[in-house]
């Protein structure tokens, strides 16, 4: 096997070479570089292009508004973690082929259409986004089958498989009481930026927020540095709101979030405010409170189990990453 692998990687280096220097998406700052085989898996090659356009899909939201600089590094950074997740993939692809679990071209194309709508799109500034990201519409048809696939056999072959039951469910209520309340609440944090004279230097902070956020950067974190309310001292944190305490607005707002969801900015008269929902308080005894529970429990399952699956099959697999 090593022997093919070796033959393979010079194949397609000699080819590299032959056709020149591969321009992506990064050319917008002049970065150019000489595609290269950057992993193995079974007998499929892993190539420097393949792997920056599958970190240009994977990763839309988070490098938007980016210039191409920061772009540059923010991949270079998770370079490894995007190969390694990449390598997953493949090997989850396998497995749909094992089991015979595939998707059509018109699921493909239906999906796509779907987005376009969400996002008010005509096909001609779809395909324009996707070239600013450096993708061609085939580009993001194959990877997108791919996301619908790996999808389709995880559900099969993984969360088909877990149960949670009544008495899983009554367990972890009892040990978690911060879950069941007299009335529904929620826990909440929140960043405050406060309207000045001039507009844009609220719009510049609040992108810098944004900014920080869809970079990794802790809630709390950025709310002690930005928050501009005695909120900042806590990390943004103000507690327990019940509903029936909270403008409609906001409830509006709570309550199309899930814990950890960070809200769009919401303008006021005061200024502008980002929340992150950290937790709800059913209601006790409700049926909202053990579907919670029941979603929850089903979800961490799913995560051990998930971590397992993939650990088999790379343990069953030939796996090569090329220094």
């Not at 700052?29 to 792997?51: C, G, H, P, Q, Y």
């Not at 001609?124 to 056999?153: C, H, P």
Request: charged share 30%; aromatic share 10%.
């Amino acid at each position: 096997m090593r022997g093919f692998i070796k033959i393979l990687t010079i194949i397609f280096s000699l080819q590299f070479m032959l056709f020149g220097v591969l321009e992506n998406s990064c050319a917008e700052s002049n970065r150019f570089f000489v595609d290269r085989v950057v992993a193995v898996v079974n007998k499929e090659v892993i190539t420097w292009s393949e792997l920056y356009k599958y970190m240009e899909f994977i990763s839309r939201d988070e490098v938007k508004g980016m210039n191409p600089d920061e772009k540059f590094n923010y991949f270079k950074k998770k370079e490894e973690e995007f190969l390694e997740k990449l390598i997953d993939t493949k090997l989850q692809m396998s497995e749909a082929e094992k089991y015979g679990i595939f998707v059509s071209d018109n699921e493909v194309d239906m999906a796509i259409n779907d987005i376009k709508k969400k996002y008010g799109l005509t096909d001609q500034a779809f395909e324009e986004n996707l070239r600013k990201e450096g993708m061609t519409l085939s580009d993001y048809k194959k990877m997108m089958k791919e996301q619908i696939l790996i999808g389709r056999v995880v559900n099969s072959l993984v969360r088909s498989k877990i149960v949670v039951s009544e008495g899983d469910i009554n367990s972890y209520i009892n040990v978690h009481p911060e879950l069941s309340c007299d009335e529904e609440a929620y826990y909440v944090s929140q960043i405050f930026v406060k309207h000045r004279e001039n507009q844009d230097e609220v719009k510049e902070k609040v992108n810098e927020i944004i900014k920080r956020l869809i970079q990794g950067e802790s809630f709390s974190k950025v709310a002690s540095r930005f928050s501009e309310d005695a909120s900042a001292k806590t990390g943004g944190a103000i507690g327990l709101l019940k509903r029936g305490e909270i403008s409609q607005s906001l409830l509006n707002v709570f309550s199309k979030m899930t814990p950890g969801e960070i809200s769009e900015p919401m303008v006021t008269e005061s200024g502008v405010y980002l929340f992150r929902l950290d937790g709800i308080c059913f209601k006790r005894g409700s049926e909202a409170l053990r579907n919670y529970v029941r979603t929850l429990l089903e979800e961490e399952i799913f995560k051990r189990n998930y971590r397992l699956w993939v650990r088999g099959l790379r343990q069953n697999s030939y796996i090569e990453i090329m220094e």
